[in-house]
């Protein structure tokens, strides 16, 4: 018989994460369950009903690990753009590697088709935060919220990129990363535009 590790609490859930987020990868969203993920980590079913309470709950916790992980990342990019170490592209690409490579678009269009909505609330609260930390002045949303007007542009375009980007662009005779592309020129025009103001 072979004994399991004790995992704190932390430990035990983080592990959890860290297996839904590889299936939502590899397989997609409809992988996350809470029999697979329990499977893939070796624990069993109740060990994850106590952490996330539900299959609904795991999809929750997983929208918040990814957009927490994916903002900290943008933030980081953005700070060195400002700084002359990046560029708008590689912010663009940052947002939609989130939403594509991720799984961030899937895990999305899933739950919004399985009438999971507030499963959004996560990611949707943390793109708010990392607007609000980049642009403090917008926070009282007075003035012409320049970067909320961005990140929701951004938002929308990589979201739909991860959908459907690659059929369309094909359709179009367009080059995959063409809304990449765009994003970018989009980002670069109002990055200039704020820096003259």
């Known amino acids: 018989m072979t004994v399991r ?15 839904a987020r590889a299936l939502l990868i590899e397989t997609g969203p409809q992988a996350v369950t809470l029999k697979a993920v329990s499977a893939r980590i070796g624990r ?22 990814l957009a927490r992980s994916v903002c900290e990342t943008i933030i980081d990019a953005v700070h060195a753009s400002r700084a002359g170490l990046g560029s708008a592209r590689e912010v663009v690409d940052l947002a939609f590697d989130a939403f594509d490579r991720e799984g961030a678009g899937a895990l999305t269009s899933w739950m919004l088709l399985t009438g999971n909505e507030d499963a959004l609330d996560p990611i949707i609260g943390t793109i708010h935060d990392l607007v609000d930390e980049l642009a ?23 979201l739909g990129d991860a959908l459907i980007g690659g059929a369309l662009a094909k359709s179009l005779g367009l080059p995959r990363d ?3 592309g765009r994003a970018a020129a989009m980002l670069e025009a109002s990055l200039a535009e704020h820096q003259t103001a």
Do not use: C, W, Y
């Not at 004790?6 to 297996?19: D, G, H, K, N």
């Not at 917008?138 to 542009?153: N, S």
């Open 44 to 65: 069993t079913h109740a060990n994850l009903l106590h952490h996330f309470g539900s299959a609904s709950g795991l999809q929750k916790a997983l929208a918040e690990h």
């Open 136 to 158: 403090p002045d917008e926070a009282d949303h007075t003035g012409d919220q320049k970067i909320h007007h961005d990140t929701l542009t951004l938002v929308l375009m990589a």
């Open 178 to 180: 063409a809304a990449r």
């Open 5 to 19: 590790k004790r995992l704190t609490p932390e430990e035990s859930r983080s592990s959890a994460l860290a297996a």
